[in-house]
């Protein structure tokens, strides 16, 4: 596609509901990227995948947030047993280059999820 | 560990004024930095990026930033405020060394006024 796509865009979990955010990255981008915003606040970091292997998931804030990219394309941010403190916008992003090099990310609209 | 602090989480011009927004970084190695613009639910948009060729570097929308690695400082300037420029402003840092992930301030909102 065109740009980087995140579905659903808004989502609205009971507490304690198990989630799915899906993102379509930009054709033939290896690096792909989730973030965290919550209201207020700059994005931050959850997890980076270089085509289907997950390098780096220093960020994920808990062994309930689980991230895959399985065929190196699509990947899948799944919240299980939502807080309310995992309310926040949940931004994907991909690149188009490796590790040491400067390439703009481009980024999605985002998921905005709602713990009720 | 890197880090951006942006001074000012709001900034208020008039339209045709200067704009400056504000942004400090912290880096252990030579940092690559970034200005994105974020319009109300829309995506992160790259205005600008410093990766150690010239320290003054122009971007889209007529914005324009220097790296000034005494101060450790990457302000973002634009001459003369558009009424269109009112958006949210966010400086990052990029962790080169880890896959490029992004690092960001908390933000800047920019408000236009006529």
């Known amino acids: 596609g065109a740009g980087v796509s995140q579905s659903p865009r808004y989502k609205v979990a009971k507490r304690g509901q198990d989630v799915a955010l899906r993102c379509d990255p930009i054709s033939g981008h290896v690096s792909l990227f989730w973030y965290q915003q919550a209201l207020g606040q700059g994005p931050e970091f959850l997890t980076y995948?270089?085509?289907?292997?997950?390098?780096?998931k220093s960020g994920l804030p808990s062994d309930r947030f689980f991230a895959e990219r399985p065929e190196g394309s699509v990947s899948t941010l799944k919240i299980q047993r939502t807080q309310q403190e995992d309310s926040a916008v949940y931004l994907c992003?991909?690149?188009?280059?490796?590790?040491?090099?400067?390439?703009?990310?481009?980024f999605g609209q985002g998921t905005r999820l709602t713990v009720v | 560990a890197q880090s951006v602090t942006q001074l000012g989480s709001h900034v208020s011009v008039s339209e045709g004024a200067l704009v400056l927004l504000r942004c400090n970084y912290s880096?252990?190695?030579?940092?690559?930095l970034f200005w994105y613009v974020q319009y109300p639910n829309q995506g992160l948009q790259l205005l600008l990026k410093y990766t150690s060729a010239a320290t003054l570097v122009k971007g889209i929308n007529g914005f324009e930033a220097e790296f000034k690695k005494s101060e450790t400082s990457f302000h973002l300037t634009k001459p003369s405020a558009h009424m269109s420029d009112a958006a949210e402003y966010f400086c990052a840092v990029s962790d080169r060394r880890n896959g490029n992930k992004l690092v960001f301030g908390a933000g800047t909102i920019l408000r236009v006024k006529s």
């Open positions: 992003a991909s690149s188009s280059t490796w590790t040491g090099t400067n390439t703009e990310a481009f």
């Open positions: 995948f270089q085509n289907e292997a997950q390098l780096d």
């Open positions: 880096s252990s190695v030579p940092p690559y």
